[in-house]
């Protein structure tokens, strides 16, 4: 399958701080997703880009859709201790299944 | 109704058992999809089913069985699974290839 590299691997912040994290592909992507994932739960989305340059808000939360189709990065602007999480990128490639690949995961933590 | 529904949330099973996992959404969604995931690793494709047809086999071992019904339901059958088998079972829906996926909370599996 596809190699989605995501960085970092892990974070250590302040609650209040911000959060940038990015996520990078060998291979043109039609679609980028950015999901959070709680200890034994599955993934919940947080952000779907579908256009390269796009840049989309969910709250706090904002990511872009890189203009070369082979990345993608997300924020988290003002952290809380409840962003304490997994996070990954994911995307669908050109070859035009349904394959959704995802990325390798950073692990946020949040000291209060 | 925006849930992925799995059944049962945790299952232990030995490895001469046969069970199922089961899946179920009513958002209408075309496409759905069975993932493994083992600890802190990002979830990995297993198969993809869209129009209830199977597109996608990311060469899985035939011990695993996918099954779509209809296009709401999809099962996965088990059998003479080995202990490293044992992970948590996400099921994912999305409404067609490129739209961003929902996940059920997944399948704690245990071969023993």
């Known amino acids: 399958g596809q190699q989605l590299n995501q960085s970092p691997q892990s974070m250590f912040i302040q609650e209040g701080e911000d959060v940038s994290m990015n996520c990078t592909s060998s291979?043109?992507?039609?679609?980028w997703l950015w999901y959070k994932q709680d200890p034994g739960e599955g993934p919940v989305l947080l952000i779907a880009l579908y256009k390269a340059g796009e840049l989309t808000s969910n709250g706090r939360l904002t990511a872009q859709f890189g203009i070369t189709r082979k990345d993608s990065f997300l924020n988290i602007s003002a952290s809380i201790p409840s962003d304490v999480g997994i996070y990954f990128c994911?995307?669908?490639?050109?070859?035009?299944?349904?394959?959704?690949?995802f990325g390798t995961g950073t692990r946020l933590t949040v000291i209060p | 109704d925006t849930e992925v529904t799995q059944t049962p949330k945790h299952l232990v099973m030995g490895m001469t058992n046969k069970k199922s996992l089961k899946c179920e959404q009513h958002m209408g969604h075309r496409a759905m999809y069975w993932y493994k995931q083992k600890a802190k690793k990002p979830p990995e494709l297993m198969f993809v089913y869209s129009y209830e047809k199977l597109s996608i086999n990311e060469s899985v071992p035939s011990r695993f069985s996918p099954e779509c019904p209809n296009s709401s339901l999809l099962n996965l059958h088990l059998h003479a699974l080995q202990p490293e088998d044992s992970a948590l079972y996400l099921c994912a829906s999305s409404q067609d290839k490129i739209m961003g996926a929902f996940f059920g909370q997944g399948t704690r599996l245990t071969v023993v």
């Open positions: 994911a995307g669908h490639d050109q070859t035009g299944a349904n394959n959704l690949f």
């Open positions: 291979s043109i992507f039609n679609t």
